[in-house]
């Protein structure tokens, strides 16, 4: 993985314009260490593979070698990638010094890359078998190699730190090669940047915001896995009862409506990277929890999946505030897109990868949340190293004396939070008709799988044809964020919401006359597509417009109000559809939230925003 990482690295930075004499430039901090560690880690394997370095000192050998890289790496951890490759470097190491110098390999992996016990390396590997006990926990088995790649050429078994390790320094190499002219390290802060032309090149060379993106990453696929596996471990412990499955899902989302505004108005309070790392944190521990408890009973399940929504209330707000202070603001928008993105691909290669994943591990699931619980860990890890200024507030945000005082302190904020709102035309403007429309969405959501198999499908059946759609929305949802963000400087955000908001409404009273299975995969594609294109520009606005010191409270009373939407839109539109059928539900949709698009142009703010 390391070394695929670099090639990617490498590949992608020439594929931007950059240039291989652009290395040379590289200027890093404590390089002879690096010379020293990487010197003793080729002379230690070497020396294994001959057979010359007693079981009494291999660990202690191996141990130095990795606090030195590890060292080296955190020394120049403001360039891109590089907090990543330290991470990774320290949870391998982990894994190497629990097990006495050896690297463990879950044995089911192994076979599950089409590889025989005997393709462990006697020297440095070490077969990691049993139960999925205390035992496997105490010999690092979440840190072990424990994630099957059975692709040719690039087939292998890999850890998380490998993953952190490979990603790392493909961000730093494409880093160093699109950057011009000089690339230099110092003490803590940014990195002197060259004139780059890409806003996605310049993001990818910013070493805070990179480091913000990774952990997003990182996280999302967590949480793909841990869902899919949460699904089977509910469906088991209750003989899959839809009852149980609703109260999970419900439990999912309930809390950003019901506690979001509450958590944005302790966000402004608070410093917000440490938010953001307190959330990962706290939701690293419930994720362990939960094939701990589950075996007691599953209401105890549903209630640690309420509490890491709770956690997730606190992560959200904290980094769509925090973001502003990390990236320029001609960057923004694309900053925007490049969060989507990340989220979009952790849903697309996410819940596929994790689906195989969780077949893959039968009765394992535990693994499946401690792998989850380690990617919280390393998004904590990765958002601790980013210097992020902390916003003192202006005026008020004390609390009174008294519990009775601090909830009526807290209580002013939120007021002060939703007055702002109300009386920015823009923001309010732009939060009603983001309401409409997530109410249009969904009713989609609800009713495509009937609208779909209510569809000549031909050969398909209904699930597969089904499938196809979710993933044509999909194509669009991640199109649309890279297209955004790429033409970022060139696209007024106004206009961008209204033709958003617009298409989708057209798209949804489409729906509701086609009788084409191939025209309902192009229309989602444009309803992903519609979604991005009012999203992201409605966020940056929200960040370029509100006051910093509230921009977690206007954030998370924004997404409480239509996640609200959403919920209301989940349940009753399933009663209207009944009463009057699909298509007339769906043409509704699409014609008030075609009327709300078009509203927009009668504000002259949102036509010029």
């Known amino acids: ?68 890289l590890t060292a080296m790496l955190l020394a120049n951890r403001n360039l891109p990638g590089l907090t990543a490759a330290a991470l990774g470097t320290v949870a391998n190491g982990i894994a190497i010094v629990v097990n006495g110098g050896w690297m463990p390999v879950w044995q089911p992996s192994l076979a599950a890359a089409g590889f025989d016990s005997t393709a462990v390396h006697s020297s440095f590997h070490v077969l990691l078998t ?118 999970v899902f419900a439990a999912m989302t309930i809390p950003t409506s019901l506690v979001g505004p509450l958590a944005g108005a302790l966000v402004d309070r608070w410093n917000r990277k440490w938010v953001m790392v307190g959330s990962d944190l706290v939701r690293a521990g419930l994720v362990f929890a939960i094939p701990i408890v589950s075996g007691l009973h599953i209401s105890l399940v549903v209630g640690l999946v309420f509490l890491i929504a709770v956690a997730s209330s606190f992560f959200r707000p904290a980094r769509a505030a925090a973001l502003p202070q990390v990236v320029p603001d001609e960057d923004l928008l694309t900053a925007n897109s490049a969060m989507w993105v990340a989220d979009t691909v952790s849903d697309l290669a996410g819940y596929g990868l994790g689906g195989l994943f969780v077949a893959f591990l039968g009765s394992a699931l535990s693994l499946a949340f401690w792998i989850d619980g380690a990617s919280y860990l390393a998004s904590a890890a990765l958002v601790a190293a980013v210097v992020i200024p902390r916003i003192v507030p202006a005026g008020g945000g004390e609390a009174g004396a008294g519990p009775a005082g601090a909830v009526a302190s807290l209580a002013a904020d939120l007021v002060a939070g939703w007055r702002f709102l109300r009386a920015e035309t823009v923001l309010f403007a732009t939060t009603v008709q983001a309401a409409i429309a997530e109410y249009g969405l969904g009713a989609l959501m609800a009713l495509s799988p009937l609208f779909v198999a209510a569809l000549p499908l031909g050969r398909l059946d209904a699930p597969t044809a089904y499938g196809f759609f979710e993933m044509s929305m999909g194509v669009g949802l991640l199109g649309g964020g890279v297209v955004i963000g790429a033409v970022a400087t060139r696209i007024p955000k106004g206009p961008a919401i209204v033709t958003g908001f617009t298409a989708l409404g057209v798209s949804l009273i489409l729906f509701s006359v086609t009788g084409s299975l191939w025209l309902a995969l192009v229309l989602a594609a444009v309803v992903g597509l519609a979604n991005v294109v009012f999203v992201v520009p409605s966020q940056t606005i929200f960040q370029q417009r509100t006051p910093d010191e509230m921009l977690g409270r206007v954030v998370a009373i924004r997404l409480a109000l239509v996640n609200a939407m959403l919920a209301v839109s989940m349940v009753t539109s399933g009663l209207f559809a009944q009463i009057f059928g699909l298509d007339v539900v769906l043409a509704g949709c699409g014609i008030l939230a075609t009327a709300a698009g078009l509203a927009g142009l009668a504000f002259r703010a949102i036509r010029e925003a």
């Open 1 to 68: 993985m390391p070394a695929l990482g670099v090639l990617l690295g490498f590949g992608l930075g020439l594929a931007a314009g950059g240039r291989l004499d652009n290395l040379l430039d590289v200027r890093l901090r404590w390089w002879p260490v690096l010379l020293i560690a990487a010197g003793a880690r080729f002379g230690l394997d070497a020396a294994l593979a001959a057979g010359g370095i007693p079981d009494a000192v291999r660990m202690w050998l191996v141990l130095v070698a990795y606090v030195l």
């Open 130 to 247: 049993g139960p999925m006990d205390a035992g496997f926990f105490a010999h690092g088995g979440p840190l072990a190699d424990v994630i099957p790649v059975p692709i040719p050429i690039i087939q292998s078994v890999a850890s998380v730190g490998d993953l952190l390790l490979g990603a790392g320094l493909a961000f730093f190499v494409f880093a160093a090669v699109v950057r011009a002219p000089v690339l230099v390290s110092v003490s803590v802060g940014s990195a002197r940047m060259g004139a780059l032309r890409h806003p996605y090149v310049r993001l990818a060379t910013n070493g805070p915001f990179s480091a913000m993106w990774l952990a997003q990453v990182i996280s999302s696929l967590g949480d793909r896995v841990h869902q899919i596996a949460l699904v089977f471990l509910v469906a088991r412990a209750t003989n899959g009862s839809p009852l149980a499955l609703g109260l």
